[in-house]
C-alpha cells in the first residue's frame, strides 16, 4: 500500500516562497506517477503538477509555470513542490497523490497540507 506524508504549509506573504514535500512509501516498482494537486475554500481540487518516474517527465499547470517546481530525491523517496513568488491565489490544501503509470485514476493520497498566501 502507498502511503503519501505531506508537509511544509504554512502562512507566507505574496511574493514569498514555501517548499511542500512529499514521503512516499510503499511502492513496489518505478512504474508510477506522483501529482500535486490543490483545493482553494469553494472551488474543485485542481492539478497543479505531475511527475512521471518511468520517464522523468514533469508537467505543470499554466498558472503556476515559471513559479513552482517540482523535484524528487529517491534516495529519500521524497518529491518536493518548491513555489515562489506566490499569490494569494495559491492559497488552497495542497496535496500529493499517487498513481500507477497506466492508471488513470489516482489511486493513493495524502492528507493534505495547507498554504495561505497574504496580500
Known amino acids: 500500500e502507498v502511503q503519501l506524508v505531506e508537509s511544509g504549509g504554512g502562512l507566507v506573504q505574496a511574493g514569498g516562497s514555501l517548499r511542500l514535500s512529499c514521503a512516499a512509501s510503499?511502492?513496489?516498482?518505478?512504474?508510477?506517477?506522483i501529482g500535486w494537486f490543490r483545493q482553494a475554500p469553494g472551488k474543485e481540487r485542481e492539478g497543479v503538477s505531475c511527475?512521471?518516474?518511468?520517464?522523468?517527465?514533469?508537467m505543470y499547470q499554466d498558472s503556476v509555470k515559471g513559479r513552482f517546481t517540482m523535484s524528487s530525491d529517491t534516495a529519500k523517496n521524497t518529491v518536493y513542490l518548491q513555489m515562489n513568488n506566490l499569490e494569494p491565489e495559491d492559497t488552497a490544501v495542497y496535496y500529493c497523490?499517487?498513481?500507477?503509470?497506466?492508471?488513470?485514476?489516482?489511486?493513493?493520497w495524502g492528507q493534505g497540507t495547507q498554504v495561505t498566501v497574504s496580500s
Open positions: 511527475f512521471t518516474r518511468s520517464d522523468g517527465t514533469t
Open positions: 510503499g511502492f513496489t516498482s518505478d512504474d508510477y506517477a
Open positions: 497523490a499517487a498513481r500507477a503509470t497506466i492508471d488513470p485514476t489516482w489511486a493513493s
